[in-house]
């Protein structure tokens, strides 16, 4: 459904336009629900009292960057072709999720000083699975 074809010399290419963007919304969502869990982890380890408040925005945006490459991880892994332009995708599909859902919640945090920070995080978790799982390019013999 969903799969690479390959064409010319064996580099797997894009069978459709609309698969870059679905791959990269379905890393959107996984790199989400992988920052959510890492999130409700720090939430306990804060309430414990194992884990510094001050620390919260730290993890949070650490848990984005993670949540980020795992949803980029996955969303190259499923395409198979342009590595880096769908982890940068779905770092920013990823960004645009968490202003819209900071706006619903009225988080005043995340349009102040967070919201950089949050930014670089998730293009650069998207975009270091891009780098790293990209296929090396082929120079003729």
Do not use: C
């Not at 010399?9 to 890492?38: C, H, K, M, W």
């Not at 332009?85 to 619903?104: D, K, N, P, Q, R």
């Amino acid at each position: 459904m969903l799969r690479a074809k390959t064409k010319g010399r064996g580099r797997p290419q894009e069978t459709r336009p609309l698969d870059f963007a679905v791959n990269a919304a379905v890393g959107s969502l996984i790199a989400l629900g992988v920052t959510l869990v890492l999130l409700f982890g720090v939430s306990a380890l804060m309430v414990s009292g194992r884990l510094p408040e001050n620390l919260m925005g730290v993890m949070t945006t650490l848990s984005l960057g993670i949540g980020s490459f795992v949803g980029a991880t996955v969303a190259i892994r499923k395409s198979g072709a342009r590595a880096l332009l769908i982890g940068l995708s779905e770092g920013g599909i990823l960004y645009a999720i968490t202003v819209v859902g900071g706006a619903f919640a009225e988080s005043p945090s995340l349009f102040g000083g967070l919201s950089p920070f949050l930014f670089v995080a998730a293009i650069l978790g998207g975009g270091l699975a891009g780098l790293l799982w990209r296929h090396p390019r082929r120079r003729g013999i």
